[in-house]
């Protein structure tokens, strides 16, 4: 048996590949391709449904034929994901999805692979796979759908749950500090870092559209409701009436402004952020502080990604994006220059190579 030569797209692979004869490659895709026709089995007013809806929008717009799509989950209400997107899908065990991912990307590099997850199963018992796909720069997209409950279990606090959270499982409130998505993946070195919410389709479609160009990996936090055990949990930022004050929109290379007609900003001083307002306080146009996506140290992202109510609003968008080798390129570099060098391997002499002992 000797091992295949594999081939790597030189660009991202989102482009369609000109040798793939399939239907898909072949016409405009739309949303209604990457439907299924199994009953969605959500919460009425679950974010789920939003969140579906425009992650199959972006696949469309991506234009990957669906046989080069691949989605994986663990356990939880997110994790019926792949039911629901007319791809190749794995459902897999808990907290176990980026493992998976990571297989099946390392077998067929030209794959678009994508992990759904929930802050239950991704921060939970799944933590250690999720930071280690993260660091290596895997090429896969990671959705970590945020609702600050366990949903599917009905209503035990999750990782994210606020301090002081009264559930079912802490009925005098919690006493663990929560576990911040964010802040996690920048820990982790992710390549590709952001925040958006279920409540807004646009900046949802547009972070999505974002994540999926990225070349390596590419965390995104999506910010949703549990309409059973946990309604409300991010109606300060969800809500459209109050989205002005409760939403800074990070842009690369601008200044970081919020509120009405952006007249609130922000500064830095002393190491610490500090909102200011431009109709009242005494600050020059360049003290305010410019937001930089493609910084190398993510300090600048780190310090974004820790505002929280009620002091600050809440940033969502892109905190990081910077390119930089992935795992996978390098695994395939690796075995192509070993193929070099020895040429075809034989499995057979491969197992028979060195010290072996013939077991009577």
Request: with cysteine; glycine share 8%; charged share 20%.
């Amino acid at each position: 048996m000797s091992v295949p030569s594999v081939s790597v797209l030189p660009v991202a692979p989102l482009v369609p590949d000109p040798a793939d004869s399939s239907s898909d490659c072949l016409r405009t895709l739309t949303r209604k391709d990457f439907q299924t026709e199994q009953e969605i089995r959500w919460c009425p007013g679950c974010g789920d449904y939003a969140i579906l809806t425009q992650v199959q929008k972006a696949l469309a717009s991506l234009g990957v034929p669906r046989h080069r799509c691949v989605f994986v989950s663990g356990i939880g209400c997110s994790s019926r994901f792949p039911y629901y997107v007319n791809t190749y899908g794995f459902h897999g065990i808990h907290g176990r999805a980026p493992a998976i991912a990571t297989g099946v990307k390392c077998a067929n590099p030209n794959l678009s692979v994508w992990v759904v997850t929930g802050d239950g199963d991704g921060l939970s018992i799944g933590t250690n796979h999720l930071i280690h796909c993260l660091r290596r720069n895997l090429d896969v997209k990671v959705l970590l759908f945020n609702n600050r409950i366990y949903g599917l279990t009905k209503g035990q606090y999750s990782p994210t749950s606020e301090f002081g959270k009264r559930t079912k499982s802490s009925p005098l409130g919690t006493i663990e500090q929560p576990i911040r998505p964010v802040q996690t993946a920048l820990a982790a070195q992710a390549t590709f870092v952001a925040r958006t919410i279920y409540a807004d389709p646009n900046h949802l479609a547009q972070t999505l559209d974002a994540a999926a160009r990225h070349r390596g990996a590419a965390f995104v936090e999506i910010l949703q409701n549990c309409v059973v055990f946990n309604e409300g949990t991010f109606d300060n930022v969800a809500k459209r009436a109050t989205a002005e004050e409760s939403r800074i929109l990070l842009q690369h290379g601008q200044p970081i402004r919020f509120g009405k007609d952006g007249r609130r900003a922000l500064m830095v001083r002393n190491m610490e952020p500090e909102v200011v307002n431009l109709d009242t306080d005494r600050v020059a146009e360049s003290d305010i502080l410019v937001h930089n996506a493609q910084s190398t140290s993510p300090a600048l992202a780190a310090l974004l990604a820790e505002l929280e109510p009620p002091r600050f609003p809440t940033a969502l968008g892109v905190f990081r994006r910077v390119e930089q080798p992935t795992y996978d390129e390098l695994l395939m570099g690796q075995i192509r220059d070993a193929q070099s060098k020895r040429g075809e391997v034989n499995l057979q002499k491969l197992l028979d190579a060195g010290t072996t002992w013939e077991v009577a």
